[in-house]
């Protein structure tokens, strides 16, 4: 069994490492016929737009497209969430190819943009649940997207509040903390549709194994407890 990463722009590098700290191989993707030699993919964070233009020239869609309609397990960080969203919109997002799969409408640079970049502590109680640890995680958000609504055979994994910004709000639908002094509005960051996971944020750029861990796990590349004696040790 072998895990892919697309390896055409974005943090590739940095989930190979994660991967290797685990014990586990990577091997990077950039041609459709390598798709055949890998049983479950890793698509990074990075620019969507770029990466799309890459793969299109690569002719990489439709060997991605089958590889999720085969229900081969996948993982998209950030710019891998967009691309396996079956709608994007938000700015500069016209016209941009997607793989599709997951049934949610994602919403690019939900947060702002480079500068408006934050991190977030995450209460993941089902994450912790099967791999241990506390159920806080730390959230790494690089421009990131949020997942506005998603499907009924879509599991919400993580939300968090909205930072409130009427501009951005207005387009949204959001109501301002005027009109809504009763409910905190969330946008969705990590969800889960059968064998698609999808995350907002960059667990790659953290030391905390644990999301690498359940994607393994949920592509059954390890057994359950193969990788609990090895999270820990880095071999970089
Ligand atoms: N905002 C980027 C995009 O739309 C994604 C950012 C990321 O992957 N860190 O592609």
Redesign the pocket.
């Known amino acids: 069994m072998v895990v892919g990463i697309l390896a055409l722009q974005?943090s590739f590098n940095e989930h190979i490492s994660a991967l290797r700290r685990l014990g586990v191989k990577g091997v990077e993707i950039r041609k459709p016929e390598q798709l055949q030699d890998v049983t479950s993919l890793i698509i990074p964070?990075?620019?969507?737009?770029t990466m799309a233009k890459l793969a299109e020239y690569h002719n990489l869609f439709p060997a991605l497209r089958e590889f999720v309609q085969m229900g081969k397990p996948v993982w998209g960080t950030?710019?891998g969430l967009?691309f396996l969203a079956n709608k994007a919109t938000g700015q500069k997002t016209g016209g941009q190819e997607l793989v599709g799969g997951l049934d949610c409408t994602v919403h690019?640079?939900f947060f702002g943009s480079q500068i408006q970049s934050f991190e977030a502590e995450l209460s993941i109680p089902e994450i912790a649940a099967k791999e241990g640890g506390p159920p806080i995680f730390r959230g790494v958000f690089?421009?990131?997207?949020g997942i506005l609504d998603v499907g009924p055979g879509v599991e919400v994994l993580a939300d968090i509040p909205v930072p409130f910004d009427k501009a951005s709000s207005s387009d949204l639908g959001i109501q301002s903390p005027e009109e809504n002094t009763h409910s905190e509005k969330k946008v969705i960051v990590a969800v889960r549709q059968g064998n698609l996971l999808a995350t907002a944020f960059?667990p790659e750029l953290t030391a905390d194994g644990r999301w690498h861990t359940y994607f393994l796990k949920m592509a059954g590349e390890v057994g359950e407890g193969a990788l609990c004696c090895r999270s820990t040790s880095v071999e970089d």
Do not use: F, K, L
């Open positions: 974005g964070g990075g620019e969507s737009t950030c710019a967009i690019r640079n690089i421009r990131a997207p960059h």
